[in-house]
């Protein structure tokens, strides 16, 4: 007799877009976004088998950080630096899919774009595109 969790991955192979989307949002507590059925079905597979599986064991996990700290290039501390300007007037553009977007910086955590106040950049680029972004990438200033 199969188990659980072989029989909850063979019915992930059975399902359409719609429930791949629907599971992944059950599991994750978020949407996919826009990516392909592959990679959807794939991270809903994982996290199936991170659920049954209960994730990483703490042995594996000790011994990937006795790893970690072995490689000196695993443990780079990137400087912080923040390129968003916080000058009331600075603009920014994106051309997303043709079309030319602006956002205005209003001061601290503050941004105007087409008429709305939002707290971020990031909240900007979601309202954009429909799928979460970070706005620094977004925007190219990061």
Do not use: C
């Not at 059925?37 to 049954?52: A, F, G, K, S």
């Not at 703490?58 to 968003?84: C, T």
């Not at 680029?125 to 990061?142: E, H, L, Q, Y």
């Amino acid at each position: 007799m199969e188990n659980k969790m072989t029989l909850e991955i063979a019915d992930v192979y059975d399902m359409g877009t719609a429930e791949l989307n629907a599971k992944f949002e059950e599991l994750y507590g978020f949407p996919p976004g826009q990516t392909s059925i592959v990679t959807i079905r794939n991270r809903i597979i994982y996290r199936i088998q991170e659920l049954h599986l209960d994730g990483v064991s703490l042995e594996d996990r000790e011994f990937l950080k006795s790893i970690a700290a072995r490689d000196p290039l695993a443990n780079l501390v990137r400087k912080p630096q923040d390129k968003v300007s916080k000058v009331a007037g600075a603009r920014y553009e994106r051309v997303w899919k043709g079309k030319k977007y602006e956002v205005t910086v209003l001061g601290e955590k503050r941004f105007e774009f087409a008429g709305e106040v939002y707290t971020s950049l990031s909240a900007v680029a979601r309202a954009i595109t429909g799928t979460r972004w970070n706005g620094k990438v977004f925007f190219g200033v990061k």
